[in-house]
């Protein structure tokens, strides 16, 4: 555990710095069709390390606020508390995460954070209303090993980065786009950073969900797997997953660069196939389901 602890540091910094460089391209070439001059890589830089730091301590509150959590109330907070009690003991984690949920009726639950001393377990309405005592005590435990096993931080870094890398390429491309329609004149040179543009719109999602991905499948294999260890009752997270995949509601809130967040897939009808692929975010759960069985 400590080896996979340890990796997974290293991760984050790479993700980090490798989103500091993408991010440091695109506010460039924003800049330069601006005709900032020289001082445009100046600004990129400056732009990238202040967002990049930005979101290091504030992945957790961005991410929150991305699929309208709110505290938990007093009735769910007592529910999830009495389950946590026990498994922070176990789990040897001293500092209570802090609940909260989502008000959507898909059974379905994530963690995030910068570290176990600042994590979050959010859970959806669902899966308080459709989970038994033991199935909801293998979900926290999963959360608890993904917080355990520092998970969080690189899936929370990943998740708003991600998302704020498109959201930067959206925007370069468009005001390219603006830029080549309003000026009729050096057409070559306009012609050349509208496709500067159409290759940064392209390939960076391509590259954020590359990168989500390095976030590997087996980090949910992992957290079954110590999640099975805090509680010594696979039966329950067994049941738990069979019972979070057959959920066919809808997580409106969900979007695709915080999907690997999740315990199960949010994307019901986007995700038919029970077998599990390259691109995919998470095992099927009939292998992930063989693989807890196999532990027993």
């Known amino acids: 555990m400590y080896e996979d602890i340890k990796r997974n540091k290293l991760k984050t910094g790479v993700v980090v710095f490798t989103f500091l460089i ?5 506010i460039y070439y924003i800049c330069y069709i601006m005709d900032l001059g020289v001082i445009s890589i100046v600004i990129a830089l400056i732009f990238s390390i202040i967002s990049t730091i930005a979101t290091y301590y504030n992945c957790d509150k961005i991410v929150l606020a991305s699929v309208n959590a709110r ?30 949920v989502i008000d959507s009726s898909q059974a379905n639950a994530f963690a995030t954070g910068r570290n176990p001393e600042n994590a979050i377990i959010c859970v959806t309405k669902g899966l308080l209303e459709k989970l038994d005592y033991y199935e909801l005590e293998g979900v926290i435990a999963h959360e608890l090993a993904h917080i355990k096993n520092y998970d969080i931080r690189l899936s929370a870094i990943i998740s708003v980065m991600a998302g704020f890398v498109i959201m930067l390429a959206d925007f370069c491309t468009r005001r390219i786009y603006r830029r080549n329609t309003d000026r009729d004149s050096d057409s070559k040179a306009n012609g050349i950073l ?51 995949g057959s959920d066919d509601s809808e997580l409106n809130v969900a979007s695709n660069s915080e999907a690997h967040m999740y315990i199960v897939t949010p994307f019901k009808n986007k995700k038919k196939k029970e077998e599990s ?17 196999k532990l027993q």
Do not use: W
């Open 71 to 100: 505290p938990a109330n007093k009735e769910e907070d007592l529910q999830l508390t009495n389950i946590l009690e026990g498994l922070m003991i176990t789990a040897d984690i001293p500092v209570k995460p802090k609940l909260y």
């Open 22 to 26: 993408i991010i440091t391209l695109i």
């Open 277 to 293: 692929s390259l691109f995919s975010t998470h095992p099927s759960i009939s292998e992930r389901v063989e693989a807890i069985r």
């Open 194 to 244: 509208l496709l500067i543009g159409a290759i940064c719109l392209i390939l960076s999602p391509i590259i954020s969900q590359m990168i989500q991905l390095a976030v590997s499948r087996r980090r949910e294999y992992l957290a079954d797997a110590t999640a099975i260890s805090f509680t010594r009752n696979p039966n329950g997270l067994i049941s738990a997953l069979i019972k979070l």
